[in-house]
């Protein structure tokens, strides 16, 4: 949880350039706090950022672009799913890693598939790794089918990455000079902080339970604010640690 939180701040710090940004990042916090797709609060919060940009611009003759629903399905728990669900949430993770959280949450604890507290586990574990973000996919893989779906969820999460990068690689700098497209992705940086936002926050409501969880979570705070170059491994061994003594059997 403090791991989490302590990306929060860093990257909205990052994110948050402007006063309307803090309020699409509100709202899209709020919109995943009621049970909105991640996915469509974070093209939302996009589409209302380029709208606010071409408010500003009204003069210029620029036009608004058309909305295109999003929808997403239900999955089950067998192989092919588990890939298919990687390689959803490869292609549409954007942002940083850490949105990755809020798309699992929504993918596999809404749909039964597994529970948060499973979640949180493989996000302790992930800490441990190189690549300790996306290397949660992996354990998930594993939780839900085994060494055959630790293979298909790695595999289903990076392969977008290769064929995105290889085929967007020479456009993202012009977009980005282009105004709209801008203040879209500007939009959709901070609504991805909102989402790991929203799930942090999930998370700490079934976490965070009592006295000795949360003196857990702000030692954790703590050690992360102030003394940045701890491994977060350390931090993971540590909270176990306290987790022992606190919590004797």
């Known amino acids: 949880m403090a791991i989490i939180a302590s990306a929060v701040i860093t990257l909205g710090k990052k994110a948050l350039k402007t006063k309307e940004l803090y309020v699409l990042g509100t709202l899209c916090v709020v919109l995943s706090l009621v049970g909105v797709n991640e996915i469509l609060a974070l093209f939302l919060t996009g589409v209302l950022a380029l709208l606010l940009y071409l408010f500003r611009q009204r003069g210029s003759g620029v036009f608004p672009v058309l909305l295109m629903p999003l929808t997403t399905g239900g999955v089950t728990a ?105 203040a879209f992705l500007d939009g959709v940086n901070v609504g ?15 976490a965070v339970t009592d006295w000795r969880t949360t003196l857990i979570f702000l030692l954790g705070l703590l050690v992360v604010f102030f003394f940045k170059k701890v491994n977060s491994a350390w931090l993971v061994i540590g909270g176990s640690a306290l987790g022992l003594l606190l919590f004797p059997y």
């Open 78 to 182: 067998d192989s092919l799913r588990v890939f298919l669900i990687f390689l959803k949430v490869g292609a549409l993770l954007y942002g940083s890693g850490y949105v990755l959280f809020a798309f699992l949450d929504a993918e596999l604890v809404a749909t039964g598939l597994m529970s948060r507290t499973e979640l949180m586990d493989a996000v302790a574990v992930g800490q441990f790794t190189p690549g300790p973000v996306l290397s949660t996919a992996t354990f998930v893989g594993w939780i839900l089918q085994g060494p055959e779906g630790a293979l298909l969820a790695t595999i289903g999460i990076f392969l977008p990455s290769f064929l995105l990068v290889a085929l967007l690689n020479p456009l993202i700098p012009r977009m980005r000079k282009w105004k709209p497209v801008s």
């Open 192 to 206: 991805s902080v909102a989402v790991i936002l929203a799930v942090c926050l999930q998370m700490g409501f079934e």
